[in-house]
């Protein structure tokens, strides 16, 4: 079998950026991810932390050393070169391990909220506030939930004037792209008004 | 060591062995970290794969064109921790490059978040 390689050296390299998704349990995290991409699954099977000790029960199964993590992710191909990564991050805070792993070098995220559990939210919006991780916050609009306004939910969730919030139907592939469109245009902005770094 | 005796299962067969027996109890790969969306790439045809374990050989043909971790993993459904020691050892054995994307070294710059936004806007 030839295990040929495309030229390492020439053509463009190949680039994968990530978009974490954020959100409680439930609010339709796998769902958005699965109308706007190719959706993979992912199995992390974790060393068990001192951390993780604490909150997993281990009684009866002592001899347990890793906990299984089942994630997904998105994969959407904008051309050859250039692949857009969504990873769907679970909202406890036991996790944020693995947040912090994504976090790193991810163009923005997305807290997908449930204006019946707004509260929900408030764990992930914390996080990429502490860590100036660009973000926007798109409300899933559930049949049945009551439509709130805009500007309540800012008032609710404490966020900033500029902060994008796009009411959105995560099962649709429109509304999933204009979520991601507005992050990527918010990230933008946000650029625009620092001086670039990191360019001699 | 793994011996070719020992490739009689197939994906039928399920896991029989814990995850973390393939990498013989290791929990932490060797050198240099890499991100869930870091490239690999196979540097080379190997001449005698048979010296490899079969998951080790499935990871390397997955590596013939240039691809990322968490893809790698999804594919050869292995959690991600065991395809990090996995692709730890290949690079070892100078069989993968692992590159840490581009973007990581500094925030990502505005000409690609604009070809992000017309490749968006073009879906």
Redesign the interface.
């Known amino acids: 079998?030839?295990?040929?390689?495309?030229d390492?050296g020439g053509n463009r390299?190949?680039?994968?950026?990530?978009i974490l998704l954020a959100g409680g349990f439930g609010v339709g995290k796998t769902t958005l991810v699965g109308a706007?991409s190719e959706i993979?699954?992912?199995?992390?099977?974790?060393?068990l932390t001192e951390g993780s000790l604490r909150t997993d029960s281990t009684a009866g199964v002592e001899g347990k050393t890793?906990t299984?993590v089942a994630m997904d992710?998105g994969?959407?191909s904008?051309?050859s070169d250039?692949?857009?990564?969504l990873?769907g991050t679970p909202g406890q805070q036991r996790f944020w391990f693995m947040w912090d792993?994504?976090a790193?070098?991810a163009?923005g995220a997305v807290v997908l909220a449930d204006t019946r559990r707004l509260a929900d939210s408030f764990p992930a919006i914390d996080y990429f506030e502490r860590r100036q991780i660009p973000f926007i916050v798109a409300l899933n609009c559930f049949d049945g939930a009551r439509r709130y306004d805009k500007e309540d939910v800012r008032l609710a969730l404490d966020l900033e004037p500029d902060m994008p919030i796009v009411l959105c139907d995560a099962r649709s592939?429109e509304s999933a792209?204009e979520v991601?469109?507005t992050l990527?245009?918010h990230?933008?902005m946000t650029?625009?008004e620092e001086p670039?770094?990191?360019i001699a | 060591m793994p011996s070719n005796e020992e490739r009689w299962l197939d994906a039928e067969a399920g896991p029989v062995v814990r995850p973390y027996a393939l990498t013989q109890g290791r929990t932490r790969h060797t050198g240099e970290s890499f991100d869930l969306v870091a490239t690999v790439m196979a540097t080379r045809t190997l001449a005698d794969p048979g010296s490899l374990a079969p998951e080790h050989i499935s990871v390397l043909q997955l590596a013939r064109v240039p691809t990322t971790v968490a893809d790698i993993a999804s594919d050869v459904d292995l959690p991600l921790g065991v395809v990090r020691i996995i692709l730890a050892d290949l690079r070892e054995l100078g069989l993968v490059v692992i590159r840490t994307p581009v973007v990581m070294a500094e925030r990502i710059d505005k000409h690609t978040l604009r070809e992000v936004l017309n490749g968006l806007r073009g879906l």
């Open positions: 079998m030839d295990y040929g390689v495309s390492p390299q190949y680039r994968a950026i990530k706007v993979r699954p992912l199995r992390t099977e974790e060393p890793t299984t992710f994969r959407i904008l051309r250039l692949v857009l990564y990873f792993e994504l790193i070098g163009l592939k792209k991601l469109i990527v245009e990230v933008l650029a625009s670039l770094s990191g």
